[in-house]
Every structure is written in C-alpha cells, then in structure tokens.
C-alpha cells in the first residue's frame, strides 16, 4: 500500500532503484500475489508479484477484485462485496484522522471465505508493518490514502455492477462469467 515504496530517510541507492510497479504512485497500491481456491480442481490457484505488476489502472477491477469474488457463489457477491467495503472504509476513517504515522511498503490483506455450507465471511486488516515513519509535520499519509480509495474505488464499481443482477430475483446472474449464465 502507499504510493512509494521507500521511507523518506532510505539510503539514495534504494531511492535510485526503479519500481518495479509503474503505476504504483497512480495508483497507490501494488498486488504482491493471490491464492485463491479453485472448488473444480479441489486447489488453489496462485498468482505472485509477476501477475501484480500486470495490474495496470484500466484493467484494476478485473485483475484485482473479481478474481477474489470469483471463487463465492453469485448470491454471496453482494454481501462479500459491501463486507469489503465496511473494511477499507473503516481503514480509511483511521488513516484520515491519524497525524502520527506514515506506512512505507505495508499491505492490506483481503479474504473471502464462501461456500454453498456456510455463511460468508470477509477479512480486511493492515500487514507488514516494518516501514512506519513517525511524521514530524502532523500531516496525513496521501499515499496510503490513496490506495485505499481507488480500492474503495474498485469495489463501489463492483458493487453497482453486481445490484442489477440481484435485483431480479427469478435469476441469479454472474457478472463474473457471464457465459455460464
């Protein structure tokens, strides 16, 4: 999470060296990797750091979230979908308020757990907490702000997305695979 990946005080090689995520200070976030499980094979599916640095501003929903609620059944999206955003809204409110910390190179770890048996859960919580800065200027930290809000982002489209196919009732739709519809 963060727009940069590097404190403010690293040494000037670490500054040197090139992002290896071009649209991270667009973005504010990098995908370091999924796991995701794959009922139709019984395993997981895994993409790391290479998948992520594919994520680009245009493709950020498909390549990010969609993945993620592909493996719950369509009538969970919703609920899954709004879980998620009650957690990076929550972190949100936290980052706009705090003064004291800047987070360098931390993560935001997303999870889904859903299946036909039992009810959806979600898991939304900060990670990777070696790179806090103590900020002398009482100022906010933009760069996490800003990753949180294009993810917030991601799952507001989300969401609009998957309403209209809740709405009718008498079907339920996959946004996600519309050819299974």
């Not at 370091?32 to 594919?54: A, N, V």
């Not at 993945?67 to 929550?90: I, M, W």
């Not at 294009?150 to 050819?179: K, M, T, W, Y």
Request: hydrophobic residues 35%; glycine residues 8%; contains cysteine.
């Amino acid at each position: 999470m963060g727009a940069r990946r590097h404190e403010p005080d690293c040494s000037g090689e670490t500054k040197e060296r090139p992002d290896r995520y071009a649209y991270r200070q667009q973005t504010g976030f990098f995908v370091t990797g999924m796991r995701l499980w794959r009922q139709e094979c019984h395993g997981y599916e895994l993409h790391g750091k290479r998948y992520g640095r594919e994520v680009t501003p245009s493709n950020m929903q498909t390549a990010v979230l969609q993945p993620l609620l592909s493996t719950a059944p369509a009538q969970h999206r919703v609920f899954l979908v709004k879980q998620l955003l009650a957690g990076l809204e929550s972190l949100q409110r936290w980052f706009e308020t705090q003064r004291m910390y800047h987070f360098y190179a931390s993560s935001i770890l997303l999870g889904v757990e859903s299946c036909p048996q039992r009810d959806p859960d979600v898991l939304v919580c900060m990670v990777d907490f070696t790179h806090v800065v103590p900020v002398p200027d009482n100022q906010p930290d933009t760069g996490y702000l800003l990753g949180l809000g294009n993810l917030i982002g991601i799952c507001c489209e989300c969401e609009r997305e998957l309403l209209p196919a809740q709405r009718d009732s008498s079907q339920v739709v996959d946004v996600f695979h519309p050819l299974n519809n």
